[in-house]
């Protein structure tokens, strides 16, 4: 092939969203940002949503911004973003309201009564999936438990990325690695209903599941006038979960690496063939996700740069706002191991002032307390990297072998700081890259799906031509083991 074809993905994170288009030459690909917006949840009379029309009409912005740079009509588009939220549609077709977001507060408490109807093992050998109280089930559960009305005006229910494919098309389905993240989903044999009945969720919304690949159909004639789009060409359904494009993106994957795809989460986990439902893995509380290519992803929800983020959010509303470069540096240079946290702390999750509810935890653990930005900001890196060596402890427990590396995808690749961190608490070489893993791994996909590629092992190597990865070797130290047995001895006090 000589000519080259555009791909325009749709890449939408928790905090920030963008639109890239990716070019294939037949050899290597090459990612350009057409559009990149901020994202976040809107807070209304207590509840917190996300402002989907908002981002709509970004993208809609995005691919404007296409045809002003681009002769050529695009190959196909194809969207990806986070797990676990959803949109309802009535008999019509029409949006009944915004999508709650994530972390509002409806669904507290719900699982345990969830599990009053249902068995909490059985319901992970059907689906494999950890249960965290953000999960799809627990989210329609609270409505159930609620009489939400919306539940019962709604005539389909579709995942965030697909809700997006269906602006940009009218398909009403739900992509394969995005089921998978519900709680709701059994790969051998669809939507649980047994599951889902016994706790009255109405089964008659769940659409149809797709494959990462597929076709969903032309472009809306309407997309094409209002963005100025001369041509048509179809809508993709990528792995439209972020982290399934992510990890589809990742060169030299093999049975002896580990993955982290780290920004505002990190999911830290291998790649397998098959799920892993068995006791060890139910009490560790892992979960089993869509791959791109039929694989499925054993892997572990941690609260990635999220709470660091929350402090540089707080920092900036105080009056001091400070870049990434600039707390990374404050970090580096500030002592090592002066306190650490479980990242996973329910008290660090429920605080409007992060710095505070990360000093008050060095209060109640009796650590001295961080009391500058860099000791802080250090404090989070170290944490993490801690917990990253916990989850690859058990992972190597949970599939038997050795893993003896550790691939960093998205942004957090880009931190150097937290990078050899990482490689220095898991005892392990860390290899970073690409950062827009997820923007990759669509593009990707997509040319899969319109024939330029064969299929995800041709394009991890094209990926792999087109990009410059950075290894970092561990420097290890006694006091990364002090530490971590610091870090047990919290948790199991906890």
Same mark, same amino acid.
């Given at each position: 092939m000589t000519h080259s074809e555009n791909f325009v993905a749709a890449d939408l994170g928790a905090s920030s969203g963008r639109l890239m288009v990716g070019q294939w030459n037949g050899r290597t690909f090459s990612l350009d940002e057409l559009h990149r917006f901020?994202?976040?949840?809107?807070? *209304?009379?207590?509840? +917190?949503? #996300?402002?989907?029309?908002?981002?709509?009409?970004? $993208?809609?912005?995005?691919?404007?911004?296409?045809?002003?740079?681009?002769?050529?009509?695009?190959?196909?588009?194809?969207?990806?973003?986070?797990?676990v939220d959803f949109a309802l549609l009535d008999q019509r077709g029409r949006l009944l309201s915004n999508p709650y977001h994530y972390r509002d507060s409806r669904t507290d408490?719900? &699982?345990? =009564? *969830?599990?009053?109807?249902?068995?909490?093992?059985?319901l992970f050998t059907a689906t494999g999936v950890q249960t965290m109280q953000i999960?799809? /089930?627990?989210?329609?559960?609270?409505?159930?438990?609620?009489?939400?009305?919306? +539940?019962?005006?709604?005539?389909?229910l579709l995942m965030i990325p697909d809700l997006f494919h269906y602006f940009l098309c009218g398909a009403r389905t739900v992509e394969h690695s995005e089921a998978t993240t519900t709680q709701m989903y059994a790969s051998s044999c669809g939507w649980a209903r047994t599951f889902l009945d016994a706790v009255e969720i109405?089964?008659?919304? +769940?659409?149809? *599941?797709?494959?990462?690949?597929?076709?969903?159909?032309?472009?809306?004639?309407?997309? +094409?006038?209002?963005?100025? /789009?001369?041509?048509?060409?179809?809508?993709?359904?990528?792995?439209? =979960?972020?982290?399934?494009?992510?990890?589809?993106?990742?060169?030299?994957?093999?049975?002896?690496?580990?993955? $982290?795809?780290?920004?505002? #989460?990190? /999911?830290?986990? *291998?790649?397998?063939?098959? &799920?892993v439902t068995s006791d060890q893995a139910f009490a560790l509380n892992f979960t089993n996700e869509g791959g791109a290519d039929g694989s499925i992803l054993l892997l572990k929800n941690i609260t990635g740069l999220w709470i660091l983020q929350e402090c540089q959010r707080h920092w900036s509303s105080a009056g001091h706002s400070h870049s990434w470069s600039d707390i990374t540096e404050m970090a580096a240079a500030a002592p090592a191991f002066q306190c650490i946290v479980d990242v996973e702390a329910n008290d660090l999750h429920m605080s409007e002032n992060m710095p505070s509810a990360i000093a008050a935890y060095c209060r109640r653990t009796l650590q001295p307390e961080p009391q500058t930005i860099g000791a802080i900001a250090r404090c989070c890196f170290e944490s993490l990297s801690l917990r990253y060596r916990s989850v690859l402890d058990s992972l190597e427990v949970l599939t038997g072998r050795r893993l003896e590396t550790i691939r960093v995808v998205g942004g957090g690749c880009l931190n150097t700081l937290l990078c050899q961190m990482t490689a220095d608490a898991c005892n392990r070489v860390v290899v970073s890259g690409p950062a827009e893993a997820s923007a990759f791994g669509n593009v990707m996909l997509q040319a899969i799906a319109t024939g330029h590629l064969p299929s995800v092992r041709a394009g991890r190597a094209a990926i792999a031509e087109s990009i410059q990865c950075k290894s970092y070797y561990p420097q290890r130290t006694d006091a990364w083991d002090e530490a971590y047995a610091r870090m047990e001895q919290m948790q199991a006090c906890a």
């Open positions: 901020p994202n976040g949840g809107i807070r *209304v009379a207590g509840s +917190l949503y #996300w402002d989907v029309l908002r981002i709509w009409s970004e $993208i809609q912005t995005g691919l404007t911004k296409y045809r002003t740079r681009f002769e050529k009509v695009p190959a196909a588009i194809g969207v990806d973003a986070w797990g408490s719900i &699982p345990e =009564h *969830v599990f009053e109807r249902i068995d909490k093992r059985e999960n799809t /089930l627990f989210q329609l559960s609270s409505m159930v438990r609620s009489a939400d009305p919306q +539940l019962y005006l709604a005539e389909t109405p089964v008659s919304i +769940l659409p149809e *599941v797709i494959f990462p690949g597929t076709q969903l159909g032309p472009i809306r004639p309407e997309v +094409l006038r209002d963005t100025g /789009l001369s041509g048509a060409f179809p809508v993709v359904a990528v792995a439209s =979960h972020d982290t399934a494009s992510a990890v589809a993106a990742i060169p030299n994957m093999d049975e002896s690496s580990a993955f $982290i795809s780290s920004g505002t #989460w990190s /999911l830290m986990g *291998v790649e397998r063939r098959e &799920p």
